[in-house]
């Protein structure tokens, strides 16, 4: 089992950044893909970003290119979310979620964290 925590949410104005923390326990988060998604009121799900296990491959969403960057530190068990030009339209929940490699389907997800950004 892995136990997933996401951090670092909060309200910001349209323009500014946040980083986003994940961090996972139960178990080393060594051979999991980890991805980034976000939902927002009234809205479904929708993937933002993920990183390979070694961190040496990314995949973004279009909504996300050039602005999130997507990081992972496994000695500590942690990924990373930073956003920036945040858009009024990046409100939304954010939660990580863990697959292993061989998977497609994400396994294990967080309660999520709250961005709110304002104009």
């Known amino acids: 089992q892995v136990q997933l925590v996401e951090s670092g949410g909060g309200l910001v104005q349209a323009g500014g950044s946040l980083r986003l923390s994940c961090a996972a326990s139960?178990?080393?988060?060594?051979?999991?893909?980890m991805g980034w998604f976000r939902q927002a009121p009234g809205k479904e799900r929708e993937f933002v970003v993920a990183?390979?296990?070694?961190?040496?491959?990314?995949q973004y969403a279009d909504s996300a290119k050039g602005r999130f960057t997507i990081s992972r530190d496994n000695a500590k068990n942690t990924v990373y979310l930073q956003m920036n030009s945040l858009k009024l339209e990046d409100t939304a929940v954010y939660h990580c979620?863990?697959?292993?490699?061989?998977?497609?389907?994400?396994?294990?997800w967080g309660q999520g964290t709250q961005v709110t950004v304002s104009s």
């Open positions: 990183i390979s296990w070694t961190g040496g491959s990314t």
């Open positions: 139960g178990r080393t988060l060594s051979r999991y893909v």
């Open positions: 979620a863990a697959r292993l490699e061989s998977r497609h389907l994400y396994d294990y």
